[in-house]
């Protein structure tokens, strides 16, 4: 099937892009790139009851602007509902940017990230509103999701009332760098934490009289790490990674306030990922033993010890569609139509797919045109993005 049948305003699309990330939204605050959205969708013809915000922010647990922006367009022929997603927000990194086009990129001015993760996806959306209507293309019930804070831990997706997706049975999330690249599985992650209360002691005069917070942490990284439970993890019973993010003390300020005082308080969060739940689970508490452990290594004169008090919570599920169930093959043969070869991934990092997953609603992550994200040298490849309009064009119209 040739490109054309699947028909895209290249200029408006890329010029939408332009616009989208010049307009600043980091996670928590995208109530300016919700309403410019909202204003391109009515302007090309859909109507205001159509469009919609939820509640999700006020349960997410971090101040966040606004709910996540849902539009419902009725089929034009018969079919089960779709949903196209992509979330509103970007990494921090991306404030103040100041986007420009060189040749067929867009860029930032090498200060911040560009936020092509996920204005691409943005635009993608909003292109695909455009092309339907423009050229009166018949399509099954869409509705499409534009999540809030995904990158601060996919809360969006998370705190989202599944019956409001309509009843989609597929879905297909915008948030990659190829738009041939189907993202049809990714890994779960739990978060851990662990607060060390030791005991202060002049580290000159007296310090066997202390209980130093800052050394039964370090050994009990010492100890997750003998024990196989740190970075790329590999047992007879599953693999995953993991990582410590954070060793410091209260408030974000550093563990101690002196050299010359034994730390009494020490604080750690780290992550554990795995293609399964229970594994991911299990190397959280491969570390809680390792703080234990280090915990009876530590003590002062009297034989006392710290109090530690290890946690652990799911930050987001796991999931796997395998390469031969609906959405995937769906995805697949739009791929093809466009001429284009498609490959399966697995994700190593999570995914707004992961929760519209447990919601009930299969989902594939396509790309974009998005490359090095997250960093100063992030640049959107703009027949990539096309390529990614034309696909989400495909799978909306496709039989």
């Not at 229970?278 to 710290?306: N, P, Q």
Request: hydrophobic share 45%; aromatic share 6%; charged share 20%.
């Amino acid at each position: 099937m040739r490109a054309e049948a699947f028909p895209v305003d290249t200029a408006s699309a890329e010029d939408r892009l332009l616009r989208y990330v010049g307009i600043e939204g980091v996670t928590g605050e995208e109530a300016a790139i919700a309403e410019a959205i909202v204003a391109d969708l009515e302007a090309i013809g859909v109507p205001a009851d159509a469009i919609r915000y939820d509640d999700a922010n006020s349960r997410i647990p971090l101040p966040t602007q606004t709910g996540n922006l849902i539009v419902d367009l009725p089929g034009t022929k018969p079919g089960p509902r779709l949903l196209f997603s992509t979330h509103l927000d970007t990494v921090p990194l991306c404030a103040g940017v100041k986007p420009s086009r060189q040749g067929d990129r867009i860029v930032s001015d090498g200060t911040t990230a560009l936020g092509g993760d996920n204005r691409t996806g943005c635009a993608v959306l909003v292109t695909l509103v455009e092309s339907l209507l423009k050229n009166d293309l018949p399509h099954p019930p869409l509705t499409l999701l534009f999540t809030v804070r995904e990158e601060s831990g996919l809360h969006g997706a998370r705190e989202l009332n599944a019956a409001d997706l309509g009843g989609a049975v597929m879905g297909f999330n915008v948030d990659g760098k190829l738009a041939s690249e189907l993202i049809v599985g990714a890994v779960g992650q739990e978060n851990w934490e662990a607060e060390i209360v030791g005991k202060a002691a002049h580290a000159g005069v007296a310090p066997h009289k202390g209980i130093s917070a800052t050394l039964v942490g370090a050994i009990a990284l010492a100890e997750a790490a003998e024990a196989g439970w740190f970075g790329k993890v590999v047992k007879d019973n599953g693999h995953g990674t993991s990582n410590i993010g954070i060793f410091g003390g209260k408030n974000g300020k550093p563990a101690g306030d002196a050299t010359n005082v034994v730390t009494d308080y020490a604080y750690l969060r780290g992550e554990a990922r795995a293609p399964e739940a229970a594994f991911a689970a299990e190397i959280a508490e491969g570390y809680a033993s390792a703080f234990a452990r280090a915990r009876a290594k530590v003590t002062d004169d009297a034989g006392e010890t710290a109090r530690v008090d290890f946690s652990h919570v799911t930050a987001y599920p796991p999931f796997n569609l395998g390469e031969d169930g609906p959405v995937v093959a769906h995805a697949r043969a739009a791929v093809e139509a466009l001429g284009m070869t498609p490959t399966c991934l697995f994700s190593n990092g999570g995914l707004d797919a992961n929760w519209l997953v447990k919601h009930g609603v299969p989902a594939v992550t396509i790309g974009a045109g998005q490359y090095e994200i997250h960093t100063i040298h992030e640049y959107v490849d703009l027949p990539e993005y096309v390529k990614g309009c034309r696909l989400a064009v495909a799978l909306a119209t496709l039989a």
